[in-house]
Antibody, heavy 119, light 108 residues
Framework: EVQLVQSGAEVKKPGESLKISCKGSGYIFSVYWIGWVRQMPGKGLEWMGIVYPGDSDARYSPSFQGHVTMSADKSFDTAYLQWSSLKASDTAMYYC????????????WGQGTMVTVSS | EIVLTQSPGTLSLSPGERATLSCRASQSISNSHLGWYQQKPGQAPRLLIYGASSRPTGIPDRFSGSGSGTDFTLTISRVEPEDFAVYYCQQYNNSPQAFGQGTKVEIK
């Protein structure tokens, strides 16, 4: 079965760092871009960017450039999203998704990682 | 940067009725790289339509997509109880590959 499994929920304080993960299985992980999507509580989907596990090439939305870092380790079939200094406004559900076999639309989604940032 | 505007914000329908959802782009989307997703509460989104009008394997044929250029439509021919959800369009041709703000389909 093709799937993406994300790391568990996190509770952090403002200013702390964080790295969440997204592990693929059931397909050749290194040849499909992985995207990250933010969903703030009660709000819509926001495209953050994409990373290519084959060489860790990353493309960011201007809205997120400089605030997060996307990376991947093809040896572990895992993509990562990290922050060096969290803000309360980073509280959200974060989804990873595969740009897959349907022209590059997001065809496989992870279950989401809830990140809560609160003092 | 392409901005997608969905309408209406909320659609109130009874089961069995037809649903028509609109997605308008601020500039033309090349190659019809436009997708539609369904999201139910507490769940990850699911791909319903890609390439503006194609259905992935396993998506029921009551879901159909149409349009090109800047105007796209998702149609649910007869809404089933499990179709009440929020629907998003997304263009994946140019970065940033933005989503629309969503249309909620609710029970009337």
């Amino acid at each position: 079965e093709v799937q993406l499994v994300q790391s568990g929920a996190e509770v952090k304080k403002p200013g702390e760092s964080l790295k969440i993960s997204c592990k693929g299985s059931g397909y050749i992980f290194s040849v499909y871009w992985i995207g990250w999507v933010r969903q703030m509580p009660g709000k819509g989907l926001e495209w953050m960017g994409i990373v290519y596990p084959g060489d860790s090439d990353a493309r960011y939305s201007p809205s997120f450039q400089g605030h997060v870092t996307m990376s991947a380790d093809k040896s572990f079939d895992t993509a990562y999203l990290q922050w060096s200094s969290l803000k309360a406004s980073d509280t959200a559900m974060y989804y990873c998704a595969r740009r897959g076999i349907y022209q590059g639309a997001f065809d496989i989604w992870g279950q989401g990682t809830m990140v809560t940032v609160s003092s | 940067e392409i901005v997608l505007t969905q309408s209406p914000g909320t659609l109130s329908l009874s089961p069995g009725e037809r649903a028509t959802l609109s997605c308008r782009a601020s500039q033309s989307i090349s190659n019809s790289h436009l997708g539609w997703y369904q999201q139910k509460p507490g769940q990850a989104p699911r791909l319903l339509i890609y390439g503006a009008s194609s259905r992935p394997t396993g998506i029921p044929d009551r879901f159909s997509g149409s349009g090109s250029g800047t105007d796209f439509t998702l149609t649910i021919s007869r809404v089933e109880p499990e179709d009440f959800a929020v629907y998003y369009c997304q263009q994946y041709n140019n970065s940033p590959q933005a989503f629309g703000q969503g249309t909620k389909v609710e029970i009337k």
